[in-house]
């Protein structure tokens, strides 16, 4: 994150090494807003402490946290192939910041899926957000092949929160999903997420929709527990990971960096 050794901060930007930052600090005057350090483990924070060394400022570079809205058709992994990069679109001061990790996607959507992708240089973040320990929230946006009346929409909240066992599909072995939280949506109460809709109305009126609140994220998850009660799923968009939700304004294949607020939502979350 932004808060990090000083020894780590001298290897990023290229000052010292790991082994020789306690010689560097003995053979110049480093100094944290006005105390000189002599420790190569003194913390420092990027976004306010300031930094001298004999006597110029060095200048810190935050971390970088980038919020997309990921367009169908597209893949999170950065190696080149048949599909169209999420990266191909991002600017190139942001791809290869000096003195950062390269930019990366914490985790991924499949091919076909839609919606909110979180980019960063911050690999504690990313360790922590990606750690199945961690249990992170996910929420999707649905729409069913289906036509789900209230009673079966009752089965379906009972099932997926008493954890509903999904089928092996390929490389995947069959599992007992987490308890996930469900939420159905109609003409009258929809309003509030048909903002994240990109489906032209006349095929969303058609179609049941609803959100759904994970806390894992394993291989077509989403399709595979709606298969397992009969249903399919038409369209699906994520629009929330923890505390972050994605910024409606942002089109399919738009992104804007993250605001401080939302950066230390994350920082003080309890994802730990």
């Not at 091919?111 to 961690?134: A, F, Y």
């Not at 066992?165 to 469900?182: C, G, M, W, Y």
């Not at 527990?225 to 972050?244: D, H, Q, S, T």
């Amino acid at each position: 994150m932004n808060i990090l050794r000083l020894d780590e901060l001298f290897v990023r930007q290229e000052l010292s090494t790991y082994r020789r930052t306690r010689r560097f600090l003995q053979e110049h005057t480093v100094l944290v807003n006005g105390t000189r350090i002599l420790e190569a483990g003194t913390i420092i924070d990027v976004r306010k402490d300031i930094l001298l060394i004999d006597g110029k400022e060095y200048p810190l570079q935050k971390e970088l946290y980038i919020m997309m809205n990921k367009k169908q058709n597209t893949v999170c992994t950065a190696d080149e192939g048949w599909h169209e990069r999420i990266f191909e679109s991002i600017d190139e001061k942001y791809l290869h910041p000096k003195g950062l990790n390269k930019l990366h996607a914490v985790g991924r959507l499949d091919l076909d899926t839609e919606g909110l992708i979180l980019l960063t240089t911050d690999g504690k973040l990313s360790h922590r957000l990606t750690d199945p320990k961690t249990h992170i929230t996910k929420t999707y946006l649905v729409y069913l092949r289906d036509y789900c009346p209230p009673e079966k929409q009752k089965l379906y909240t009972k099932r997926f929160a008493e954890g509903i066992t999904v089928e092996a599909e390929k490389k995947s072995p069959a599992f007992t999903a987490q308890p996930a939280a469900i939420q159905w949506y109609n003409e009258e109460n929809h309003n509030e997420i048909k903002k994240y809709c990109t489906l032209t109305s006349s095929t969303a009126c058609e179609l049941t929709f609803c959100t759904l609140t994970i806390t894992e994220g394993k291989f077509h998850q989403v399709k595979r527990m709606f298969k397992a009660m009969g249903n399919e799923v038409i369209f699906l968009k994520r629009i929330a990971m923890g505390p972050l939700w994605l910024d409606s304004s942002l089109r399919p294949g738009q992104y804007r960096q993250l605001t401080e607020k939302e950066v230390e939502n994350f920082e003080t979350s309890d994802y730990k």
